[in-house]
């Protein structure tokens, strides 16, 4: 079965601290994507990265960075230097090759503080 | 100009009452969704169509019937409304159809807040 755990329901921060945000998946097999989008206080979801299971290199998006460990089957989001407008639920996701529907995790509710 | 529209953004109605929500994205993508979040904000699939073809039928009640005029629409139908229907409805589409490695990576409409009374 695949499954997205995000353990941390919710985060507090004040500004320009780093947070990292964590998820980890369940998946049998071996082609899959794992995904992060942003639901801002207005509602509407958008898409921020999308990783397949055979790049575990890590990304870098200006403040925003990805920690892709197929060994521990995690993909942590980590924002540095935090700002109030990266005051949002995040929500980690899973498709795979078998599956073509996206599974979400729960969502962590980050609130960065001024 | 808004990508992915939907309408209403809100919709207050009584159990038992038939509804619908529009959805029609400018994007030329030939895959749209249907999502429902839940009052935990917990979001699951509900329908996939591409190019008007239902793709994915996420084992959601036959009173929602989703229909597809052409690619750039996507409606929901909701027939006797029951107080768990309740929820935010959000609209997607993408350029690559469910089993594609660009699958999944969705333009999200503004979601439409159903509360049935």
């Known amino acids: 079965a695949q499954k997205v755990t995000q353990a941390q329901t919710e985060i507090s921060v004040v500004e320009k601290e780093d947070v990292t945000l964590d998820c980890v998946y369940e998946t049998r097999d071996t082609t899959y994507y794992l995904f992060w989008y942003k639901q801002p206080p207005s509602g509407e979801l958008v898409f921020l990265i999308r990783?397949?299971?055979?790049?575990?290199q890590n990304e870098i998006s200006g403040r925003y960075s990805w920690n892709f460990q197929k060994s521990t089957s995690s993909f942590n989001f980590t924002i540095t230097a935090s700002q109030v407008v990266d005051s949002a639920v995040y929500f980690c996701a899973l498709s795979s090759q078998n599956t073509d529907k996206l599974i979400f995790g729960t969502g962590t509710r980050l609130q960065v503080f001024p | 100009d808004t990508a992915v529209s939907q309408t209403p953004k809100y919709l207050v109605t009584q159990m038992g009452n038939d509804k619908s929500i529009k959805c029609e994205q400018n994007l030329g993508h030939d895959t749209m969704y249907w999502y429902k979040q839940d009052s935990k904000k917990f979001l699951k699939i509900m329908f996939s169509y591409n190019n008007k073809e239902l793709i994915i039928n996420e084992t959601v009640p036959n009173r929602f019937s989703p229909k597809s005029p052409d690619k750039a629409h996507l409606n929901l139908h909701i027939n006797s409304l029951e107080l768990g229907d309740s929820a935010v409805y959000f609209c997607a589409s993408s350029q690559d159809p469910p089993g594609s490695s660009g699958a999944n990576v969705l333009t999200f409409g503004a979601g439409s807040r159903l509360t049935v009374l």
């Open positions: 990783r397949n299971s055979f790049d575990e």
